[in-house]
């Protein structure tokens, strides 16, 4: 028995067809865009890969510390310093690197926009 090509078959299983799977066919449509070597050297540059790894780093450290912080006793007074500084110095690199991950993020969303917008539907 042939079946209809513009039909695709519908294959079932299962022991009834009320309840069997069917599969249907999507149609794709693709678009190819020309970009500028300035452009594939501006997505290489905004990735924000490395600011969110340096982010993961500090905060990782951040809470390393704080945890020493508030269940370790330090009896000394330099040893306790260190860790106060080095609270002070992962929370001001936390901070930094989530900014520069959020704004290069933010960035690059904008810039790919604009290059789709370019592009039309």
């Not at 309840?19 to 540059?45: I, N």
């Not at 290069?104 to 539907?121: A, F, H």
Request: net charge neutral; glycine share 8%; aromatic share 10%.
């Amino acid at each position: 028995m042939a079946s209809n090509p513009e039909t695709p078959e519908r294959p079932q299983w299962g022991d009834d067809a009320d309840g069997g799977v069917t599969s249907s066919t999507a149609p794709r449509h693709m678009r190819f865009v020309r970009l500028s070597k300035e452009d594939l050297e501006y997505l290489r540059s905004s990735n924000s890969t490395l600011e969110l790894a340096f982010f993961g780093i500090s905060a990782g450290a951040l809470l390393t510390v704080v945890t020493t912080l508030l269940t370790v006793s330090l009896p000394d007074p330099s040893t306790h310093a260190v860790f106060v500084g080095l609270t002070v110095l992962f929370v001001l690199a936390s901070a930094y690197f989530g900014a520069a991950s959020i704004r290069g993020e933010v960035r690059w969303r904008k810039k790919t926009k604009d290059w789709i917008d370019q592009v039309g539907p």
